[in-house]
């Protein structure tokens, strides 16, 4: 998955410029493919299992959840 996100996060760098490079008129929609690629970058990078944030989340979630359950009811 985080292939597929490098991938994406490159083409928005990249994608857009060449497009105003080749034709000066075309702006708009460069910027409009900047900013779908981004996003698109963004959501798949949130999907990435083996992301290191979300490993941490996962990591604090079980042990606030650990915690919790060593306490007993309240």
Do not use: Y
Not at 15 to 22: E, G, S, Y
Not at 32 to 38: A, R
Request: charged residues 25%; aromatic residues 8%; glycine residues 6%.
């Amino acid at each position: 998955m985080q292939d597929w996100a490098t991938f994406f996060f490159t083409g928005s760098s990249t994608l857009p410029a060449f497009m105003v490079l080749v034709n000066s008129e075309a702006i708009g929609l460069a910027l409009i493919v900047f900013l779908g690629l981004l996003i698109t970058a963004c959501l798949i990078g949130l999907r990435d299992e083996d992301c290191p944030a979300r490993k941490a989340s996962l990591e604090d979630m079980e042990r606030r959840h650990e915690e919790r359950r060593r306490r007993g009811p309240d």
